[in-house]
């Protein structure tokens, strides 16, 4: 496989289900944790340490279709839009080029709006179950959404804006986070292969390593919006984010903002470790099948 050539739909698919669900699995507990201690009614309230496999049914439901939404979006707009870029910056190379960041951040912006489509109802229902709302599981939280649909005379309207609540800090999040995330990890897979000069890509290992560096300098940077999304969306009434950051920044002060930090740092370089690692491991591994 050259250097530069983009994995096929199928394997984008296929890797990136794979890669979702083997990272939210392993990872829970630190997401759990992460997620009391930036609730506004304080980490001990929302559960502390206990029962923190709460909320994991939702997360099995929507790491696979999620992950695979956003890779198979980044593959093929990478690709897309690599041609392009290349073909106006006059560079014929096989390696990374500074002209890449652009469409390394294009394509995962556009897979990240993509895969938001269906991590923001599946977060929605996960993190009320872990901040122990309606009796602290997936199925009562989802339960508690659905019966708006009668209670408020709102009907599928209704259901569908509490689904999708923190849709728009969702996306404001994750967009930045992974504009700084992909384009290091790139960056650093491309310094791999010209090390190794053998006309072959990353290995797992290497990708894994890469991935954990990317993801924590973009998970220390977005920390502040990670915050207000989960104030938003474990708010008992529907609020806006300029709302809550007012309520914040007056009441708070800065630290909040900050709440979580170490956690969600650890969480997602591990994390970036094993989704990019698994996502590397299985890409190869489809390579290497004779076709």
């Known amino acids: 496989m050259s250097s530069s050539s983009s994995p096929s739909f199928q394997s ?24 009391r201690l930036q609730s506004s009614a ?25 992950a695979a939404f956003f890779f198979c979006t980044y593959e093929t707009t990478k ?35 993509a895969a938001c489509s269906v991590r923001v109802p599946t977060e929605v229902v996960k ?29 599928l ?3 569908w804006r509490e689904l999708y609540r923190g849709w728009g800090i969702t996306v404001f999040r994750e967009v930045p986070f992974t504009v700084i995330q992909f384009p290091l990890w790139e960056a650093m897979k491309a310094w791999g292969r010209r090390r190794r000069n053998d006309g072959r890509d990353v290995s797992a290992g290497e990708s894994a390593l890469y991935g954990s560096l990317a993801g924590g300098v973009a998970a220390a940077s977005t920390t502040p919006l990670d915050v207000l999304k989960t104030r938003v969306m474990l708010s008992k009434e529907r ?37 990019l690692g698994s996502y590397q491991w299985v890409i190869n591994t489809m390579n290497s099948i004779p076709s």
């Open 12 to 35: 984008a698919l296929l890797a990136g289900a794979l890669a979702g669900t083997t990272v939210d699995l392993s990872l829970f507990p630190l997401d759990t944790l992460k997620t």
């Open 42 to 66: 304080g980490f001990f309230p929302s559960g502390g340490f206990s029962g923190i496999y709460r909320g994991i049914g939702s997360a099995v439901v929507g790491s696979a279709p999620g």
């Open 79 to 113: 690709s897309f839009l690599g041609k392009r870029i290349r073909r106006n910056s006059n560079d014929a190379s096989d390696g990374w080029v500074p002209a890449d960041i652009l469409t390394h951040m294009g394509a995962s912006s556009l897979g990240e709006i």
């Open 127 to 155: 993190q009320r179950a872990q901040a122990g709302h309606h009796g602290g599981s997936s199925a009562k939280a989802l339960g508690h959404i659905l019966s708006r649909y009668s209670a408020t005379g709102g009907g």
């Open 157 to 159: 309207f209704a259901v």
């Open 239 to 275: 609020v806006s984010v300029g709302e809550v950051f007012r309520r914040m920044a007056r009441d708070e002060g800065v630290r909040p903002f900050f709440a979580g930090i170490a956690p969600r740092v650890t969480w997602i370089s591990i994390g970036g470790a094993i989704f």
